[in-house]
T-cell receptor, first 113, second 116 residues
Framework: DTGVSQDPRHKITKRGQNVTFRCDPISEHNRLYWYRQTLGQGPEFLTYFQNEAQLEKSRLLSDRFSAERPKGSFSTLEIQRTEQGDSAMYLC???????????FGNGTRLTVT | AQTVTQSQPEMSVQEAETVTLSCTYDTSESDYYLFWYKQPPSRQMILVIRQEAYKQQNATENRFSVNFQKAAKSFSLKISDSQLGDAAMYFCASRTLSGSARQLTFGSGTQLTVLP
């Protein structure tokens, strides 16, 4: 168990640019979640995968956001045409199923200038 | 929809003392789970303790215990014999199992400072 890995740890980008984050869940975990956390707040749910299927998306996930998990293993979260309001910590978590608790990664901190 | 409320943005405790962090929640579901997560500065979020709603007995994990009041929808965390390493942001969270509400819903957090 190497834990949930996220890359990069930090990303600074200019407004209007596209960014992509990667998450590698714990190997046997079939469920993968993306959350967004702004400073001083709790994480907010963005989207959820079971294996390669994206089963739920939050209304927070605008058209500029897209997530994939092509082979049911790692996942990517892409933000197109970034805005300053996208600045946040993006957390990935995985679990083997319900009700097993989620295991979180260290997150990717995005700063949009 | 689920909501989780943490009314204490900040708390402090003297080392070796006991502190209680408050949390209330609201859900229309009958089957759900409650969690306390700890997020140290610049480090990953880790699970501290969890409680299944159908269990009347309060969960305990070493120095951490909860006071689960289902009727009042209250779920407080007690930390006994506080240690410097307990300093972190603590998040209360709920998770239902039915329908489309599988995601974890977090409160806004309580920043705990442990004073030496």
């Amino acid at each position: 168990d190497t834990g949930v890995s996220q890359d990069p740890r930090h990303k600074i980008t200019k407004r209007g640019q596209n960014v992509t984050f990667r998450c590698d869940p714990i190997s046997e975990h079939n469920r993968l979640y993306w959350y967004r956390q702004t400073l001083g707040q709790g994480p907010e749910f963005l989207t959820y995968f079971q294996n390669e299927a994206q089963l739920e998306k939050s209304r927070l996930l605008s058209d500029r956001f897209s997530a994939e998990r092509p082979k049911g293993s790692f996942s990517t979260l892409e933000i197109q045409r970034t805005e300053q309001g996208d600045s946040a910590m993006y957390l990935c978590a995985s679990s083997l199923g319900t009700p097993v608790p989620l295991h979180f990664g260290n997150g990717t901190r995005l700063t949009v200038t | 929809a689920q909501t989780v409320t943490q009314s204490q943005p900040e708390m402090s405790v003297q080392e070796a003392e006991t502190v209680t962090l408050s949390c209330t929640y609201d859900t229309s579901e009958s089957d759900y789970y409650l969690f306390w997560y700890k997020q140290p500065p610049s480090r990953q979020m880790i699970l501290v303790i969890r409680q299944e709603a159908y269990k009347q007995q309060n969960a305990t994990e070493n120095r951490f215990s909860v006071n689960f009041q289902k009727a009042a929808k209250s779920f407080s965390l007690k930390i006994s014999d506080s240690q410097l390493g307990d300093a972190a942001m603590y998040f209360c969270a709920s998770r239902t199992l039915s329908g489309s509400a599988r995601q974890l819903t977090f409160g806004s957090g309580t920043q705990l400072t442990v004073l030496p």
